[in-house]
């Protein structure tokens, strides 16, 4: 484990004390409940993205481009 410094709302830690003797759990556990979430959300993100890349590519190959036909390239 790294060490890193964080500054902390001084209310937050009141709070956080008032709930649990475990101040620096809580803190420790908090960035990891926010980790996953986020990567799961990145990951369905970047498999909707290629789903669509993959079904224009297909209906490309097999419709080509309305703007072919003016293309002078």
Not at 6 to 30: F, P
Not at 36 to 41: G, I, S, T, V, W
Request: no cysteine.
């Amino acid at each position: 484990m790294r060490p890193a410094n964080q500054a902390l709302n001084e209310d937050m830690v009141v709070q956080v004390r008032g709930l649990t003797d475990k101040l620096s759990g809580v803190v420790e556990s908090l960035p990891a409940d926010h980790v996953e979430p986020e990567r799961r959300q990145r990951l369905a993100k970047s498999a909707t993205v290629a789903a669509t890349v993959s079904l224009w590519n297909a209906f490309n190959a097999r419709h080509r481009s309305f703007a072919d036909e003016y293309s002078s390239l």
